[in-house]
């Protein structure tokens, strides 16, 4: 029997947060839900996790720069974005979610969120000083008034050791948020 997402295409752009681990986890729910999963990643996020791990779970080429003459997609931002059901952005770094908020589009990850009319979903992680900074904030208030959803971050256990604000969501809270807007109407096709 066909998974509940069978048919749908998400988006998984993984930015460099020690939380980039728990995104794999992310990726091998959405496909053992039979969603067809593309994961582009930052440069700082290779330095966390290997893309080799993304290919072998979503069994699809990673893309971590615009600029790779034998990829599989001339333009990837366009051609991804346009694929996309919906887009994910996990975890969504500090400098991430300023870029996005400026409309910047200098790297792969936030290129496609200004190329996609597909649903952005983010799920921030962080340490608690940066989650709770005004810069953040305002950040992240921007990103909500245009549209975004915005998934955590919660209070927990940090990688510094602390317990505050800044973990990400786990994985199946943040596949239970992606299943949740694709069955919802913006989601719907
Ligand atoms: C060990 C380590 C852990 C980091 N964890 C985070 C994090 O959880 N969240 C964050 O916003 N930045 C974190 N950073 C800083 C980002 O990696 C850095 O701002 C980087 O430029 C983000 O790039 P990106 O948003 O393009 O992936 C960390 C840096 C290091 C060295």
């Given at each position: 029997?066909?998974?509940?997402?069978?048919?749908r295409?998400?988006?998984?752009?993984?930015?460099?947060?020690?939380?980039?681990?728990?995104?794999?986890?992310?990726?091998?729910?959405?496909?053992?839900?039979?969603?067809?999963?593309?994961?582009?990643?930052?440069?700082?996020?290779?330095?966390?996790?290997?893309?080799v791990?993304?290919?072998?779970?979503?069994?699809?080429?990673?893309?971590?720069?615009?600029?790779?003459?034998?990829?599989?997609?001339?333009?990837?931002?366009?051609?991804?974005?346009?694929?996309?059901?919906?887009?994910?952005?996990?975890?969504?770094?500090?400098?991430?979610?300023?870029?996005?908020?400026?409309?910047?589009?200098?790297?792969?990850?936030?290129?496609?969120?200004?190329?996609?009319?597909?649903?952005?979903?983010v799920?921030?992680?962080?340490?608690?000083?940066?989650?709770?900074?005004?810069?953040?904030?305002?950040?992240?208030?921007?990103?909500?008034?245009?549209?975004?959803?915005?998934?955590?971050?919660?209070?927990g256990?940090?990688?510094?050791?602390?317990?505050?604000?800044?973990?990400?969501?786990?994985?199946?809270?943040?596949?239970?948020?992606?299943?949740?807007?694709?069955?919802?109407?913006?989601?719907?096709?």
């Open positions: 029997m066909a998974g509940t997402l069978a048919g295409v998400v988006v998984v752009g993984v930015c460099g947060s020690i939380a980039a681990y728990k995104v794999a986890m992310v990726v091998r729910r959405l496909r053992q839900d039979d969603a067809e999963v593309h994961v582009l990643m930052t440069p700082a996020a290779t330095r966390f996790v290997g893309p791990t993304f290919r072998a779970l979503s069994h699809h080429p990673v893309i971590t720069e615009m600029w790779d003459p034998h990829g599989r997609w001339d333009e990837p931002h366009v051609a991804l974005g346009e694929l996309a059901d919906l887009y994910l952005i996990a975890p969504a770094t500090a400098d991430t979610l300023g870029r996005l908020a400026g409309g910047l589009a200098g790297d792969v990850v936030c290129a496609t969120a200004l190329a996609t009319r597909a649903p952005i979903l799920a921030p992680a962080m340490s608690d000083a940066m989650a709770e900074s005004p810069a953040v904030q305002e950040n992240l208030a921007r990103l909500r008034a245009r549209g975004v959803h915005v998934v955590g971050p919660e209070r256990p940090l990688a510094s050791g602390k317990v505050g604000l800044g973990r990400m969501a786990e994985p199946e809270v943040i596949v239970a948020e992606v299943a949740a807007l694709l069955s919802g109407p913006a989601g719907r096709r």
